[in-house]
Each structure stands twice: as structure tokens, then as C-alpha cells.
């Protein structure tokens, strides 16, 4: 069924009569020196089977298309001159190229022209501009008989409904049409229209039951669980109750397959049900890739159903269980491991290539990620004032709500202001966008062609300039290691640390305490130093052509080495530092490491007694 608007009758004033339709054809044909015998027989015709135009219009689209070659110079006066809509999927099936050409003196003409400026200025180049054009923004001049600034959010969404349509009827995708579509209507909103900057994401699995998730489980525990999630989601945002459904429905499903006469919570037992589950999430694999789930996966499973059983217990629901069933020790350790920083080389190789990269707008930003160490999140969510001069303070920049929730304010140099301005120079101008968080307008920073730099668009730079200077796998949030471990070398205190990069606690910063931790050199090189001093307890009979020896570290247990009196004092220190050692580690309970202790008392005694026979 074709669309509502195609056959839709045409509001306004009074039709003309086909006479007065036919002399401004040949008016406008005379005008251009075009036409001929055939075309105005044609037109005549034409209103001769339809006076009223708009009528054609509710033909089958087989007799639409059908139009002779002589006649469509009329149909394109007819659309130009907003006396016809032929519907959208007319519009889609025909090539307007003539109709282009018709359209320059008139009202069409007038608005084409505005919409090549305002997407030139938006940053596309004139052959994109006009092919967005020639599919979009003329079909909808024909179709709508207003202007561009004119259009709604309905106009737009008919159009779409249009190429869906055309999709079924043709059996494929129609990508190019959609794409241009997504571009004309940003153009079509930095031109003034009240349309939306950019069509809403497909939010519709969102509104699913939470019954959904729980497909498969017994009726009683999915009706517990779904009354669960419902009190979750007045304290959570949707996306986070999501999560936690899509766990519950892993336990829930397990437990059917389990226990199928289960059918209520109050009924869990530890070894008939939880220790099972928990092996069953050790051995759990990712049903896309195969792969074993991640540490954080199988942490965040086991979290869940915890809290879920601890909350129904508190909240003294009578499906909850009669005792705590998961503890902290049933919850797999994450993993500590350390930021994953850029070593100097590489990150002043990748800094260069940036600098030298032709799209100064997104090497920019990924230069000013590497200057202040924001998370990519933060960076896209940057406003147009994030800058604040405080006097006798310098410039700082207000970082906007991220990961966490919180702001902060970044102090900045000189070279990262000179980054912001370049960033402001090449942005792209045009209306306030709405703000993802807030739905809001706000002047953000980072704008390309009239839309928001994507995460997505500054990951694939980065992998650019990364692959130009031979690095593989670097990630945005490398920068900001790379940033916080510069700070920490040059003696950056903790505080400090915390405020700059947002961190809510401290052992979030204590990742970076653990790369280069100043006294813990500090203590190496001391204990080097004895220790290289004590074991300097004899010498080598090995001769240099033997080539290297296997002993190295282990000296005194070396058939080779030799110990005289004059070696004693060293010797004896030496005895008494591995006892104490032995002596801990039999304490820890370190079997084999106490025997490794003692072996070495035996082969000092040896040694001591031969140099006190020398």
C-alpha cells in the first residue's frame, strides 16, 4: 500500500483551470527556447484524461510511470510549479536531473540554491551537497509544496516510510538513500526547519516487558525477578537495570534446566542450586565469539544474583530465601592489572604523526585527550565555553559530566589552549545540537558537517596515525595513561592525581602509584648494593674461553668458586641473612622456599670451613 501522502490532495487555494495550466507551460518552455509539437500535444493530453492533476496522483504507480517521454516535461512544470505531488514513490522511481535544470528560476531554484550554501558551509564538498540535493531536498520541495525551513519531523519521517516501502517492493537495501536522507535532515536543521538535528536511535528493544528477559524460566521465579527489576529501575537508570536483567535471566534459565520443579526463590538451596550455577559461570562461554566469559563477566554474574538475594531477604519478601546463599568468597578476583601507558618513544612518535595529520579537527581533539587526560566520552561532550580564564591562575578547562557523574576543572598550558583554538577554527558552525544526557541544545566543541564528532570518529584517527609510525592496538584511553603515568613520574601527588583525572577514590589512582613508585626504587637500589657487596664472597676459577656459565646468581653453589679467609666477614653476613630468610619463610608456610634457604646455609658452612682451613 503506497503512502498516505502520495494521493494526498493538495491544500491551498483553488486549482487553475487546464487552459491556464497549459499557457504557463508554454510560458515557462518559451522562456527556456525548449520544447516543441509533441510536447504540448502531450500536456493537452494529459489534462484532457485528468483536468485536475492531483487526480493523476491516486493512479497506480504502473500508470504514473507509464508517462511518455513527451509528457514528462509537463509533469516537471507541474511539480516545479507546486501543482502536482506525485507521491514519494513516484519521486524515488524517476531520475530528476531535468527537473534540476527547470528549477533554477523558480521558488524550488531559490531554496536548492540555500541548501547547496548551507551545506557547503557545514563542510561537505559541492559534489556531495548536490547529490544530497538532486535525492533529498528536491523530493521533498515536489512532494511537501513548502519550503525547507518549512519541514517537520512528520515530513521527514513520511520520506523514510517511503524507502522502507520501496525496500520491500524491490527485495534491497536502499543504504544510499537512507544515508542521504540522515545527512539532509541535519543540512535541512542548521538551515532554521523545526526538525530534529538528528533522527532517534531505535530505542524500541528498551521498552520490552521485563517478562521478556525471563523467557524460559519458571512462571514464579520470572514473576519475583520481574517484580525485582521494577524496583530496581526507581533507583537506576534503564540501561544498568538492563544489564542486571539479562543476568537474572542467565540464573533464571539455569535453574530451569536444573531443578525444573523449582518455582519460587524461597526454595534456593546452596548445593543444590548456587554451587552448580557457580561452576556453570566459571565454564560459561560468550554465544557470539566461543571465547571463556572475561574475569569482569563472571564477577559482574555472581554480583548480581547476590545483591538480588541479599536485597529480597532484607526487604523481607516472602519469596526470598531463609539465609544468604552467596559469599564474597564465591566472587571471582578481577585481574590487577597495570595502565597500559605509551613509552616516551612511542608517544612522541604517535604525537608527531598526529600533528602532521591533514584532518587537524579529530588530530586535535586527540591531541587535547593526550594534553588533559579526559576520557574519549568527555572530549566528544566538550561545549564551546569549556575554557575559564581564573586570574592569577591561569586557563582551566571544565571537563562535563562523564564516566562518573562529576565535573572537574583540568588546569591547561599554552600548547593546549593553541589545540582548543585550532579545534574552534575548523569546527563546523551552525545551531546548538541537543545534548545526549539532557536533550538540552548546547554549543558543543567538537561539530563536523553539522553533527557531533563521534568516539567512533576519533577511534578510527587514532588507529590511522597509530598504524603511520608502527604501533598496533592503541586505544584512546592509552592517552590518558600515558598522561596520568607523565604526571606521576615527575612526582605528581595522589591528591592531585585524583582531581585531575576524576577519580572518585583513591585506589582508582593507585594503579599509576604502582608503575613507578619512587621508594620502592629507592629500596631496590640499596638491597642491590648489599646485596652485590655480599655476595662478593669469593672468586671463579672458571677460565673466559669456557663461555657463559650457569651458575650465574647462584655463585656459591658453583664447583668453580672458591672462598678464602680474607673472604670471612662477607661470607658470614651472608650466613646470617639467609637464616633469617630461612627462618620467614617457614613461618609463611613457603616449603619450598625455606628448603632453597637452607641448601644455601649448607653450601655457606662449606665454604666458611674452607676458608678457615686456608
Known amino acids: 500500500m503506497p503512502p498516505a501522502s502520495a494521493s494526498a490532495p493538495c491544500d491551498g487555494p483553488r486549482r487553475p483551470a487546464p487552459s491556464d495550466l497549459l499557457g504557463g507551460y508554454q510560458a515557462a518552455l518559451a522562456a527556456r527556447g525548449a520544447g516543441n509539437k509533441s510536447f504540448l500535444c502531450a500536456a493537452r493530453s494529459f489534462l484532457a484524461r485528468w483536468p485536475d492533476p492531483q487526480a493523476w496522483a491516486a493512479e497506480p504507480l504502473a500508470v504514473r510511470l507509464s508517462a511518455s517521454n513527451s509528457a514528462k516535461p509537463f509533469l516537471n512544470y507541474l511539480m516545479l510549479s507546486g501543482q502536482l505531488r ?12 531535468a527537473a534540476l535544470r527547470e528549477a533554477a528560476d523558480g521558488p524550488p531554484g531559490q531554496d536548492r540554491a540555500r541548501f547547496l550554501a548551507a551545506a557547503t558551509e557545514l563542510g561537505y564538498q559541492p559534489r556531495v551537497a548536490a547529490g544530497l540535493c538532486s535525492q533529498i531536498a528536491m523530493r521533498l520541495l515536489i512532494q511537501t509544496g513548502r519550503t525547507l525551513t518549512e519541514l517537520t519531523d512528520a515530513d521527514i519521517a513520511a520520506f523514510d516510510a517511503a524507502i522502507t516501502a520501496r525496500e520491500h517492493t524491490c527485495g534491497r537495501p536502499l543504504k544510499h538513500y537512507r544515508d542521504a536522507l540522515y545527512t539532509s535532515r541535519t543540512v535541512i536543521y542548521h538551515m532554521g526547519a523545526p526538525v530534529a538535528a538528528v533522527a532517534r536511535k531505535n530505542t524500541g528493544h528498551l521498552r520490552w516487558p521485563w517478562a521478556r528477559h525471563f523467557a524460559g524460566a519458571a512462571p514464579g521465579i520470572g514473576r519475583s525477578l520481574v517484580a525485582y527489576l521494577e524496583c530496581a529501575s526507581g533507583t537506576r537508570v534503564r540501561s544498568t537495570v538492563l544489564g542486571i536483567a539479562g543476568r537474572l535471566g542467565h540464573f533464571a534459565r539455569f535453574l530451569a534446566a536444573c531443578d525444573p520443579a523449582l518455582d519460587s526463590l524461597a526454595g534456593l538451596d546452596r548445593q543444590r542450586h548456587i554451587e552448580p550455577w557457580l561452576a556453570a559461570v566459571a565454564a560459561a562461554r560468550n554465544p557470539r565469539t566461543g571465547a571463556v566469559l572475561s574475569a569482569s563477566e563472571r564477577r559482574s554474574r555472581v554480583l548480581t544474583v547476590g545483591r538480588m538475594i541479599d536485597d529480597i531477604i532484607e526487604w523481607g519478601w516472602r519469596e526470598a530465601p531463609a539465609r544468604r546463599l552467596i559469599f ?12 597500559r601507558y605509551l613509552p616516551a618513544d612511542a608517544d612522541r612518535a604517535l604525537l608527531a604523526a598526529l600533528e602532521a595529520s591533514p584532518d587537524r579537527l579529530v588530530a586535535g581533539a586527540l591531541l587535547l585527550l593526550r594534553a588533559t587526560g579526559m576520557r574519549i566520552g568527555e572530549l566528544t561532550l566538550l561545549e564551546l565555553d569549556c575554557v575559564h580564564e581564573v586570574p592569577g591562575s591561569g586557563a582551566w578547562l571544565k571537563i562535563p559530566l562523564g564516566k562518573l557523574d562529576t565535573e ?6 599554552e600548547k593546549a589552549l593553541a589545540l582548543l583554538d585550532q579545534i574552534a577554527e575548523h569546527r563546523s558552525p551552525g545551531r546548538p545540537l541537543p545534548h545526549p544526557r539532557t536533550g538540552k541544545l548546547a554549543d558543543f566543541l567538537l561539530t563536523h558537517q553539522g553533527r557531533r564528532v563521534s568516539a567512533h570518529t576519533l577511534r578510527g584517527e587514532l588507529r590511522r596515525a597509530a598504524a603511520e609510525v608502527g604501533l598496533d592496538g592503541v586505544v584512546p584511553h592509552q592517552l590518558r595513561h600515558t598522561y596520568a603515568t607523565a604526571l606521576v613520574n615527575a612526582g605528581c601527588s595522589l591528591q592531585a592525581l585524583m582531581a585531575l583525572l576524576g577519580h572518585v577514590s583513591a585506589e582508582m589512582s593507585l594503579r599509576y602509584g604502582r608503575l613507578f613508585d619512587a621508594t620502592v626504587r629507592d629500596e631496590y637500589q640499596r638491597a642491590l648494593a648489599l646485596a652485590k657487596a655480599r655476595l662478593a664472597g669469593g672468586y671463579c676459577l672458571r677460565a673466559a674461553a669456557q663461555g657463559p656459565c650457569v651458575y650465574a646468581n647462584i655463585c656459591e653453589h658453583c664447583p668453580n668458586f672458591r672462598a678464602e679467609a680474607t673472604f670471612l666477614p662477607v661470607l658470614q653476613l651472608q650466613r646470617a641473612d639467609t637464616e633469617a630468610l630461612a627462618a620467614d619463610a617457614a613461618a609463611r608456610g613457603w616449603g619450598e622456599e625455606a628448603a632453597r634457604h637452607r641448601r644455601l646455609l649448607e653450601r655457606l658452612d662449606l665454604l666458611i670451613a674452607q676458608a678457615h682451613a686456608s
Not at 408 to 413: A, C, E, G, L, T
Request: proline share 20%; no cysteine.
Open 86 to 97: 506525485p507521491g514519494y514513490d513516484y519521486l524515488l522511481e524517476r531520475k530528476l536531473p
Open 328 to 339: 564474597a568468597r564465591d566472587v571471582p578476583r578481577l585481574p590487577r592489572a597495570l595502565p
Open 408 to 413: 572537574r576543572m583540568v588546569p591547561i598550558d
